[in-house]
């Protein structure tokens, strides 16, 4: 089963140790838990359609790797703070991270479009602590020729404790450059048919909220639980192949740490 417009979707809504809120902490601007030790996990992720006539939207994934103190590494990409401490308001990161391709099969009104190859971006993060709460910047560029641009993003995390069960709901916004749009939403003149008019946008914002849950069931495994929501502005939404502006997607997944 092909995940790639799941993938996409989850770029959309993407998801400082904390004393109260059990071990589940940001950094980086990513959601980890168990800070020190390695974890493997899976599960199951299902959303809205990004692409009209997309043809799957559920799909089972897996994750695992290391989180450390200043240095994590897992499926999702790898990153390392060199600035600050988890008692500091300021921490700095850098990381890489990866893109998804896309198959002309995913959906059907990509037939017959040249497929996108997978990118992997190299970006700077800022994490400023307020309070209970963090703000995560990001900004990323490309550096394998894919797409030749770059993403920002700015978010608010606000990490809760109800009893043994973490709670983080956030809200933030992404910025897509010009670049990015066309090169996921983009439909050239050679590419155009009656269903698929030439389509060429500008930079494109989404607005996400949405949450993550972290349920301890023993010492080592967690039930975890997410959903997020993403309203894309219509420089990217008003392509042609693009479904909706309206993207969500929700996982659930169990975790074993050792």
């Known amino acids: 089963m092909k995940t790639i417009s799941l993938a996409i979707s989850a770029i959309l809504l993407s998801h400082a140790a904390l004393a109260d809120t059990g071990n589940t902490y940001i950094r980086n601007g990513n959601i980890y838990t168990h800070e020190g030790h390695a974890v493997i996990g899976g599960g199951v992720i299902t959303g809205s359609k990004m692409y009209k006539g997309q043809k799957d939207q559920t799909s089972a994934y897996i994750n695992g790797g290391y989180h450390g103190v200043d240095f994590n590494a897992d499926l999702t990409g790898i990153n390392y703070r060199f600035l600050g401490t988890n008692e500091d308001t300021f ?11 896309l198959d002309a099969d995913d959906a059907t009104i990509l037939k017959g479009m040249k497929d996108r190859d997978m990118s992997a971006d190299l970006g700077l993060n800022a994490d400023v602590h307020l309070g209970q709460g963090t703000l995560a910047g990001k900004f990323q560029q490309d550096v394998t020729g894919a797409y030749e641009s770059f993403q920002a993003d700015l978010t608010y995390y606000h990490p809760l404790a109800f009893g043994s069960v973490d ?10 450059s010009e ?20 389509y060429k946008g500008d930079g494109a914002f989404a607005y996400k ?8 069931v023993t010492e080592h495994v967690d039930i975890t639980q997410s959903t997020g929501y993403s309203y894309i502005s219509s420089d990217f939404a008003d392509s042609p192949l693009i479904d909706t502006q309206n993207q969500w997607a929700t996982t659930l997944g169990v975790n074993y740490t050792f």
């Open 167 to 176: 709670f983080v709901p956030y809200a933030g916004v992404h910025y897509y």
């Open 91 to 101: 921490n700095m990161s850098v990381f890489v991270t990866t893109n998804p391709g």
């Open 209 to 216: 909220v949405g949450y993550a849950m972290v349920v301890p």
């Open 179 to 198: 670049k990015f749009v066309n090169y996921y939403g983009g439909v050239s003149a050679a590419d155009a048919t009656a269903e698929r008019h030439e």
